[in-house]
């Protein structure tokens, strides 16, 4: 197991552009979370799937975010129109929901997003 | 809304000295879980020590302990012997047994002095 698992690590691009990263979660993993994380703050929540239904947004996830997770594997995060404001590291976690480790997390090591 | 405070945005401790971190948190529910979450520079975030709330006993693991205070709402994490792989910011976690959002505090980022 490779642990989770996300791509682009870095990604650049000039406001109004459209972006997506992927995330590969832990293979048995049934949850995936997405958070967003600003230099010198705590990750903020923005959603989270079980399998492949979206049970949870933030009501930081406006309308220009959409997150999928279509076959309850791998999720996306799409961002439309870019802002400055988007500028982020935004994080992906996964964990065993009623398992044994339940209630805790994997995360990825991150996409950052620099906006210009 | 729950809210998780951390008042130290940086400390420093000598090399196998002990250190403690601060946390604090805001919630009306009795059901809840606790963490402290590390996140080394350009690496993964990644558990450190979690806290079921209806347990009395403080939470241990190797070098890593907790004081859990419920009633003041408290959860410091004491690190012992500290190392340099130590070196980190560390976040406090809260989720509400209720849901599966978990609402980190600021961070604090630790530096061990050789």
């Known amino acids: 197991d490779t642990g989770v698992s996300q791509n682009p690590r870095h990604k650049i691009t000039k406001r109004g552009q459209n972006v997506t990263f992927r995330c590969d979660p832990i293979?048995?993993?049934?949850?995936l979370y997405w958070y967003r994380q600003t230099l010198g703050q705590g990750p903020e929540f923005l959603t989270y799937?079980?399998?492949?239904?979206?049970?949870?947004k933030s009501r930081l996830l406006s309308d220009r975010f959409s997150a999928e997770r279509p076959k309850g594997s791998f999720s996306t995060l799409e961002i439309q129109r870019t802002e400055q404001g988007d500028s982020a590291m935004y994080l992906c976690?996964?964990?065993?929901?009623?398992?044994?480790?339940?209630?805790?997390?994997?995360f990825g090591a991150g996409s950052r997003l620099t906006v210009l | 809304a729950q809210t998780v405070t951390q008042s130290q945005p940086e400390m420093s401790v000598q090399e196998a000295e002990t250190v403690t971190l601060s946390c604090t948190y805001d919630t009306s529910e009795s059901d809840y879980y606790l963490f402290w979450y590390k996140q080394p520079p350009s690496r993964q975030m990644i558990l450190v020590i979690r806290q079921e709330a209806y347990k009395q006993q403080n939470a241990t693991e190797n070098r890593f302990s907790v004081n859990f205070q419920k009633a003041a709402k408290s959860f410091s994490l004491k690190i012992s012997d500290s190392q340099l792989g130590d070196a980190a910011m560390y976040f406090c976690?809260?989720?509400?047994?209720?849901?599966?959002?978990?609402?980190f505090g600021k961070g604090t980022r630790l530096h061990i002095l050789p």
């Open positions: 976690a809260y989720r509400s047994a209720r849901d599966d959002k978990i609402i």
């Open positions: 976690a996964s964990s065993l929901w009623g398992g044994a480790g339940a209630n805790v997390l994997t």
């Open positions: 799937f079980q399998n492949e239904a979206q049970l949870e």
């Open positions: 293979s048995e993993h049934n949850r």
